[in-house]
């Protein structure tokens, strides 16, 4: 079946150091959303890529979308403990019931 | 107030009772959604609505019973509760149907503990 693995599955950085998160699908997506788990919290939603090759910045977040729309990837530059939390990638495969399927989700630990 | 909210927040029950989850959205969206996250974390969809109707049924056991009366409203009810069915259950809402890539408002979750 459709798959969208996710690694790390875990990371521990030091506050002020940079972090990836990388999303790759077994089959190509029409789009990819990121989301954000807060520790017993809910996912938010962050950002969406639609377009091939789709860069997009929210002040310390870069995400980016593989040109063959099959992978993503998430940066964080300068981590602070606020971006403590589980990051999903989530992608919408080009054909089917056009479900998200959400990756397996990289945890992300700052300490200070 | 809340944008998706459920009810109850825990649920603490012995395997073989039947329970009931609700959800409501008050942000006016035609789609919502039952997740269910496991001890790992794993995010999967269970069901999806679009004006009460269902668009998304994946493989659960047909213990899992989702009901719209409303749009905005879905409710999840399990019976003969099993030791495998703890999790947290999310229920999430979008504006438009799936093929409109709509971001995804997720409630605070409802944990699930069978004993």
């Known amino acids: 079946g459709q798959q969208v693995m996710q690694i790390p599955q875990y990371q521990h950085v030091q506050e002020g150091e940079d972090f990836t998160t990388y999303c790759n699908s077994s089959?190509?997506?029409?789009?990819i959303q990121w989301y954000k788990q807060r520790p017993g919290g809910h996912p938010v939603f962050l950002i969406q890529?639609?377009?091939?090759?789709e860069v997009k910045k929210q002040k310390r977040l870069t995400f980016q979308f593989g040109e063959a729309k099959k992978n993503s990837s998430l940066h964080i530059t300068a981590t602070q403990t606020t971006d403590v939390g589980t990051y999903f990638c989530?992608?919408?495969?080009?054909?089917?019931?056009?479900?998200?399927?959400f990756g397996t989700g990289t945890r992300l630990k700052v300490l200070a | 107030d809340t944008a998706v909210s459920q009810t109850p927040k825990y649920l603490v029950t012995q395997m073989g009772n039947d329970k009931s989850i609700k959800c409501e959205q008050n942000?006016?969206?035609?789609?919502m959604y039952w997740y269910k996250q496991d001890s790992k974390k794993f995010l999967k969809i269970m069901f999806s609505?679009?004006?009460?109707?269902?668009?998304i049924n994946e493989t659960v056991p047909n213990r899992f019973s989702p009901k719209s009366p409303d749009k905005a409203h879905l409710n999840l009810h399990i019976n003969s509760l099993e030791l495998g069915d703890s999790a947290v259950y999310f229920c999430?809402?979008?504006?438009?149907?799936?093929?409109?890539?709509?971001?995804?408002?997720f409630g605070p979750g409802t944990r699930l503990t069978v004993t």
């Open positions: 999430a809402s979008s504006q438009r149907i799936l093929t409109a890539r709509d971001e995804q408002y």
């Open positions: 609505y679009n004006n009460k109707e269902l668009i």
């Open positions: 089959t190509t997506l029409s789009n």
């Open positions: 890529l639609v377009k091939s090759g």
């Open positions: 942000l006016g969206h035609d789609t």
């Open positions: 989530a992608g919408q495969p080009t054909s089917g019931t056009y479900k998200y399927i």
